[in-house]
């Protein structure tokens, strides 16, 4: 009798744990492994780390993640990417948000044309939950805030001292067949739940974003504390008396790019020089698994959790003014009118000659920068107008091809040396931004075109074709808001979406078209194939300019040194193959993480600066409208919520999702519309902001 049958065998008998099996029979890795060959194939389930023959209704079923959960229901996600099944919460098996389960689907849902589904099996479990601790029935539960519904009660012996109001993490301890069987304990305390600090905090962690770093990565970091560029081989170009500078905002500390240009007889030669971080993080030392597993630093309020120990992050690859430093420079030729003719890839050594900062370079450009200004760039005043020149050319070329600029409503907060935060302005991009952004934009292209070119495995950002489902939701949109649009085919260019952005900005609509424009896009991964990228108009398109903050950037300039090496593509290629596929799928991961974690804690931030204005009044703009009433966005991005209920006492009409129309008054709602609306409340712990009509 094979092991596999005789595991099975004992299971039949009764369920058992794995560390009973093995002690039954013996031979621990051989039990092990047919453990995981008959759950593969669903001959058993596990539930709470017991093993029991499975039910009929799991050999069909599909495997899914538990994305959603409320009262009395769930949404699952299927693995394969198609729709998300709807589970009644009678057969959820008390499965939480998070959790990969098995779902047999119905073949009579309740809905027509609707996918239904129930929880036979929970394969993995989801056992770390962030919330807010609260008595309810006088018992002591945390609040999930990924499904506040179902709150989870704490037991006694493990509620760490947890009090009435506070965020805190917690862990399930014990699982029921239904939630309110489940029983947890805290796991970490942050603090109140109406400040700001302590809610980002809770989000980091329920991210899985640690803020610090592990024992073996900060011994590591260390030894890099003071170190220092000494000799180089020839293997590096000494750029260090070109004039050579940095351009970033004032705060910035993690500098991971510089740039300089010289005209030449058919135009202009670029550099852009990045931190050669990969000098540094070597393969599979802790730093680079640490860095893998981060994939991206994150950026809130006044804070960063770095990528990498500040050691690097500010220290030997920050690219500090008058600081020697080894780069990976990108030297581009460019002809009169910004086409880039050729480009070579070298390791340099280069000496930041001034620390550039976003708002003086503008004050430059548009000639209102003081005397003191102009001398902190004498060195390179001679650049400035190039670079200039050059930006202009590149951006109209831009836009001849389409590439889309969609307004992006970013917000600077202002936090007190108490952590509260004091102030929200809407984030401006003035000409020095926009022009780092398009030499960054030409470097990044020059990798992807490389590595495209050499057949070697890479790390590539890809932003596909626009789905036709989504289109059409698009032109749906569109439409039913009276906006005039012409597509000349099925599926709009590039340039046409482009065009469409460019009349409507700066007009009442623009947020609702740019917003549904963005909706009506793929999301950009990272993929280790190059398949385009349709939101840039460009063939081949990479990160490699940032890589102290970025895992797929560090990979790439990691690939691209041994092509420098002179490395032949074959033994790139099987070298790297399985490398560039993980980094992708991790890196694409964690990035979506990373930023639903900012716009959180952001939104979190915002509501904590508004609670001081409750009634007050405000002019503002609907941004979005939904059946349960209108989100109205202020000046300076904060958005709020005026409910249905707070417009009409009587059911209201929704049109196309652009319009809230009181059919007995003739009253309406539209998106774009004006309003001035009173602030009424706010709830700093969900990042809410509520309002109501003014007048």
């Known amino acids: 009798m094979s092991i596999k049958a005789k595991v099975l065998k004992e299971i039949e008998k009764k369920p058992r744990r794995l560390k009973e099996l093995k002690a039954k029979l013996g031979n621990d890795k051989k039990v092990a492994k047919a453990v995981d060959e008959l759950f593969h194939d669903r001959l058993i389930s596990c539930r709470q780390g017991i093993y029991t023959v499975a039910s009929a209704k799991q050999e069909h079923a599909i495997q899914c993640t538990l994305v959603k959960l409320g009262r009395s229901f769930g949404f699952a996600k299927p693995e394969d990417g198609s729709l998300d099944v709807f589970i009644p919460g009678s057969l959820l098996l008390g499965a939480m948000p998070g959790d990969t389960v098995m779902v047999a689907i119905s073949e009579h849902p309740r809905v027509a044309g609707s996918v239904e589904g129930e929880v036979v099996a929970i394969v993995n479990e989801n056992n770390r939950f962030v919330g807010t601790v609260d008595i309810i029935n006088g018992r002591m539960c945390l609040v999930p805030d990924n499904c506040a519904q179902t709150p989870l009660q704490i037991k006694k012996s493990a509620d760490g001292g947890a009090k009435k109001g506070e965020k805190a993490a917690a862990e399930i301890l014990e699982r029921g067949n239904s939630h309110d069987e489940h029983r947890v304990g805290i796991a970490m305390r942050f603090g109140s739940s109406d400040e700001a600090a302590q809610c980002a905090k809770a989000i980091l962690y329920g ?23 000494g000799s180089f081989g020839a293997e590096r170009t000494d750029l260090r008396a070109d004039a050579i500078f940095t351009i970033d905002s004032a705060s910035t500390k993690d500098i991971d790019d510089a740039i300089s240009i010289s005209k030449n007889k058919n135009g202009y030669t670029l550099g852009v020089h990045i931190a050669d971080v990969s000098n540094y993080v070597k393969p599979n030392s802790a730093l680079d698994k640490e860095a893998f597993s981060r994939a991206t630093s994150v950026y809130y309020a006044d804070s960063v959790v770095p990528m990498l120990p500040r050691q690097l992050s500010n220290g030997i690859c920050s690219l500090n003014e008058n600081e020697d430093r080894f780069a990976f420079s990108c030297l581009m030729d460019i002809d009169d009118k910004g086409e880039i003719t050729g480009y070579e890839f070298k390791k340099t050594v280069i000496r930041s000659r001034v620390k550039g900062v976003y708002t003086e370079i503008n004050s430059i450009f548009d000639g209102t920068a003081s005397g003191e200004i102009t001398a902190k ?313 509520d309002f109501e009509p003014a007048e």
């Open 207 to 229: 991210a899985g974003i640690n803020r610090s770093f592990p024992p073996s990565v900060k011994a590591e970091a260390k030894k890099l504390e003071d170190a220092k560029i």
């Open 377 to 689: 760039y004498a060195e390179v005043a001679a650049s400035l107008p190039v670079m200039h020149e050059l930006y202009e050319k590149l951006a109209l070329l831009r836009s001849k091809r389409g590439s889309m600029d969609i307004e992006s409503n970013e917000a600077k907060l202002v936090i007190d040396e108490n952590g509260k935060c004091v102030g929200v302005i809407k984030r401006e991009r003035g000409e020095s931004e926009q022009m780092i952004e398009e030499f960054m934009l030409l470097a990044n292209s020059c990798a992807a075109n490389y590595a495209s070119k050499l057949k070697i495995p890479f790390v590539y950002r890809v932003h596909e074709n626009p789905d036709p489902e989504r289109i059409a939701n698009l032109k749906s949109a569109l439409t039913a808001a009276g906006v005039d649009y012409h597509f000349e085919k099925e599926q709009p260019s590039v340039l046409e979406l482009s065009a469409l952005l460019e009349v409507t900005r700066g007009t009442p609509i623009e947020r609702f078209v740019h917003t549904n424009i963005l909706r009506s896009m793929a999301k950009a991964k990272y993929e280790p194939q190059p398949k385009g990228h349709f939101g840039l108009a460009l063939l081949d398109y990479a990160h490699f300019t940032s890589p102290i903050r970025r895992y797929p950037d560090l990979a790439i300039h990691r690939i691209l040194s041994d092509v420098t090496a002179g490395i032949s593509p074959d033994d790139i290629s099987a070298k790297y193959a399985e490398f560039a596929g993980e980094a992708c799928t991790q890196s694409s991961d964690r990035e979506v993480a990373a930023m639903k974690a900012e716009r959180d804690i952001d939104d979190c931030y915002k509501a904590e600066f508004m609670q001081q204005y409750i009634g007050d009044e405000f002019e503002g703009v609907i941004s979005s409208v939904t059946s349960f009433g209108i989100y109205v966005e202020l000046a300076n991005t904060v958005e709020g919520l005026i409910r249905s209920s707070s417009l009409s006492e009587k059911p209201l009409t929704l049109t196309e999702g652009v319009c809230l129309k009181d059919t007995l008054t003739g009253k309406s709602w539209r998106l774009g519309g004006t309003i001035r609306v009173k602030l009424t409340a706010v709830d700093v712990n969900k990042g809410n902001v």
